[in-house]
């Protein structure tokens, strides 16, 4: 029997308000930026939502529906989201242990649906953690192109990997500890086909072949070391090897380096570390040098990226489950983590570097998809207005498929916005960018 159905106009009958207790700072942030408090009296109306990794079988459905002893509405608008009540757990259940689901929230699975991605791309998630997005991003992407994720914090992108591994999506993966806002590094076979011409003319100039000549066994032997050395035949220690999960000497002792310094976050100055790589990725067999060097401006034009996510820092003021948790955690915390003015200043910063670097990535003709969960108009707005007044070959698109969506639009044309009271959803600003 199918699922029932949640249309995009339906609301759940309400419950009444819950009760949170803002605090007197975060009531004044919200006033700050011209927020109703009232929004955060529907966290539990919302519902829980949960993705069916694609491919499951239709019976499935009644089976984690018994396990769960709920009812999974499926949610018309968003193909394989689920809603369920809000109390429900999954962690424990033997659905989301065995890989057949994961939560993730629907208006963060629209966002991820509006970049479009298609088999054989290129793509680029800037802010993967904690990894149910980049999941949602290898579904999409199938059997070919590549996905790269990268996140600052390398615990949370550890997260990330187990993620991958245990839905079995980790084969074109690859994920980098590292600064979104500097991250440089191409994709494989973007890399791969600037060598190539590198390649060439090392050739020519060195051994100065012409279609009609004919190499005697001394250059035949010379000319196969020169391959083995470029292409990386040789196991010299910079070869990329089938991943394993065991690390070397030298990783140990970096880590346990970070961990004496005190800080799970990569320095600014640091170079990307690569924690983990599929065995599709493209990268096994290659020389890192060739790999991980950093790109230009003009290379990621033609080889870089053909989608990219950024998903940015915010104050998470739009996640109302989020803002909830601070009851338990501590309203000071609260002050620290969220409304701490040098944190939000040094917020804004750090979101336009991000929404920067990223598009300098992208390829051109490319397509970029901008998102937090912020719910203030300073960190979407007018981000987005800064970085156009800033980039001449930037243009906002249009998101088709939101003609359906239960969702408003943002202060800019062709931005949406996502809340609890239009969309049953957490706060999400999205935008859609080209690059020309």
């Given at each position: ?373 912020s719910l203030t108009v300073a960190q979407n707005e007018n981000v987005v207005q800064q970085f156009l007044s800033k980039h001449p070959s930037a243009e906002l698109l249009k998101i088709n498929p939101a003609d359906s969506w239960p969702c408003r639009s943002g202060g800019i044309q062709k931005t949406l916005r996502f809340d609890p009271a239009t969309s049953q959803t957490s706060g999400l600003f999205v935008a859609k960018f080209v690059k020309l």
């Amino acid at each position: 029997m199918d699922s029932p159905e949640i249309p995009p106009s339906d609301r759940r009958e309400e419950r009444p308000p819950a009760s949170l207790p803002l605090p007197a700072a975060f009531l004044e942030f919200l006033g700050e930026n011209g927020l109703d408090p009232a929004l955060y009296s529907k966290a539990d109306t919302i519902p829980r939502y949960i993705r069916l990794k694609p491919g499951m079988e239709s019976s499935v459905v009644t089976e984690i529906e018994s396990e769960l002893k709920c009812d999974l509405m499926r949610v018309s608008w968003l193909p394989d989201f689920y809603a369920i009540p809000p109390e429900i757990q999954i962690a424990g259940s033997k659905a989301y242990q065995q890989g057949k689901i994961y939560g993730i929230d629907a208006a963060s699975g629209a966002a991820i649906l509006a970049l479009d991605v298609q088999s054989g791309d290129h793509v680029l998630d800037l802010c993967a953690a904690p990894g149910a997005k980049l999941c949602m991003l290898a579904d999409m992407l199938g059997s070919s192109g590549s996905l790269t994720g990268v996140d600052v914090a390398k615990h949370r992108l550890a997260a990330c990997r187990t993620m991958l591994q245990k839905y079995s999506l980790g084969d074109r993966s690859r994920l980098f500890v590292a600064d979104g806002t500097s991250f440089s590094i191409l994709p494989v076979n973007s890399n791969l086909g600037s060598m190539e011409g590198i390649f060439s003319r090392r050739i020519q100039s060195r051994f100065c072949f012409t279609s009609s000549a004919r190499m005697n066994d001394l250059a035949c032997f010379e000319f196969m070391l020169f391959v083995t050395a470029f292409v990386g035949i040789e196991d010299n220690g910079s070869i990329f090897s089938e991943w394993t999960s065991k690390r070397s000497w030298k990783d140990r002792q970096k880590s346990k380096k970070a961990k004496a310094a005190g800080s799970p976050h990569l320095p600014s100055t640091s170079e990307p570390e690569l924690i983990y790589y599929g065995k599709d990725s493209g990268l096994v067999g290659l020389q890192k040098r060739y790999v991980l060097h950093p790109s230009t401006d003009a290379a990621a034009c033609t080889s870089g990226y053909d989608k990219v996510l950024v998903d940015a820092e915010c104050t998470h003021d739009g996640s109302i489950k989020h803002i909830q948790k601070f009851e338990f955690w501590g309203w000071k915390t609260l002050d620290r983590r969220v409304l701490n003015v040098e944190r939000t200043g040094n917020l804004l910063h750090l979101q336009l570097g991000l929404l920067t670097n990223g598009f300098k990535l992208l390829k051109t003709g490319g397509s970029l998809v901008y998102s937090t969960c912020s719910l203030t108009v300073a960190q979407n707005e007018n981000v987005v207005q800064q970085f156009l007044s800033k980039h001449p070959s930037a243009e906002l698109l249009k998101i088709n498929p939101a003609d359906s969506w239960p969702c408003r639009s943002g202060g800019i044309q062709k931005t949406l916005r996502f809340d609890p009271a239009t969309s049953q959803t957490s706060g999400l600003f999205v935008a859609k960018f080209v690059k020309l």
